[in-house]
């Protein structure tokens, strides 16, 4: 089986930049399972329910423009709170993370319930208040019109809906390695990060 690397982290804290670059530095397929959730809070928003929408997802839609707006990143959260929506997408992860070629795959959970197993484990960290700069520059750059203060808000709100909840909260494995980015520019924090995998991937014999 190929290699497995889970990323977990809070919303803006990098893992996504980190976990493309760790992927493309591999050659190994990404997931950002985020993706899974913004998709069925996005058909919630449409008015599905949303465990009807979760068994019904399928991987054309993580492909649909309108999943990184603010609204869908509340909803995702909300949905990701209910127990038989995060078990209706277990087994499309586990199948990802078990591809032959190996995989990348970012989220909450990944490190303690999709991939208690892999073989290297990073949770990005960040500041909420550096957090909520990055993500508001992002806002701004597509056309979203918010303020700092609405951002760090909602970051902050869905940081303790993310770790507060029963099922599968957010929280680094036991043998993760923490990277914290506050401090770090986006290059220094991928080189941080690949170096960390560097260091503790198998050797392909053993792998
Ligand atoms: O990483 P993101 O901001 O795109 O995630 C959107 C929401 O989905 C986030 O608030 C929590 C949830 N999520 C989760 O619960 N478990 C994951 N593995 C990934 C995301």
Known sequence: MGLTIAVDGPAASGK????????????????DTGLLYRAVGRRMLDGEEPLVAARALRAEDLDAED????????????????????????DFQRAFAARAG????????????????A?????????????AERRHKELLA??????????????RARDTRDAGRADAPMRAAEDAVLIDTSGMGIDEAVARAIAEVEARRPEPDDA
């Open 16 to 31: 996504g930049t980190i976990s493309r670059a760790i992927a493309a530095r591999f050659g190994l397929a990404h997931l």
């Open 67 to 90: 999943l990184r707006g603010p609204d869908v990143a509340e909803a995702a959260s909300k949905v990701a709170a209910l127990g038989e929506v995060r078990a209706a997408l277990v």
């Open 102 to 117: 190996g995989a990348v795959l970012d989220g909450r959970d990944i490190g303690t319930v999709i991939c208690p197993d």
């Open 119 to 131: 073989p290297v484990k990073l949770f990005v960290t960040a500041s909420a208040e550096v957090r």
């Open 142 to 155: 597509r056309g979203h019109d918010t303020r700092l203060e609405e951002v760090l808000a909602d970051i």
